[in-house]
């Protein structure tokens, strides 16, 4: 709910979408080196705001069910998870939830 309330994906992808434009416009005023520094640093950009957002959702959440029953949902969704491979590293990358 709190992903949905927030409109969250819609958030995800405008700033996947600027930062990429950005990084179309940065060689042709600043150079090549600063262009591929920003490169780098895209990835390390959204993973700041999918956590941010994340953290948003999460305060939603426990708004309506509770710090425990949150709690114990996240905990077996991390366990199913962990067997998924890719999928469970970029969640646990962009989630900070309770062990």
Known sequence: MGHIT?????????????????SVIIPT???????????????????????????EATGYSVLFVGHESYDDFVIRLRELIKMKGITGFLYMLT?????
Do not use: Q, T
């Not at 600043?30 to 957002?53: A, D, M, T």
């Not at 989630?95 to 062990?99: L, S, T």
């Open 29 to 55: 005023f600043l150079g090549l080196i600063p262009s591929i520094v920003y490169i780098l640093l895209i990835p390390v950009i959204l993973i700041r705001n999918v956590r941010k957002h994340e953290e």
């Open 95 to 99: 989630h900070d939830h309770p062990e």
């Open 6 to 22: 927030y409109n969250l994906m819609a958030r995800h992808v405008l700033l996947g979408m600027f930062l990429i434009s950005i």
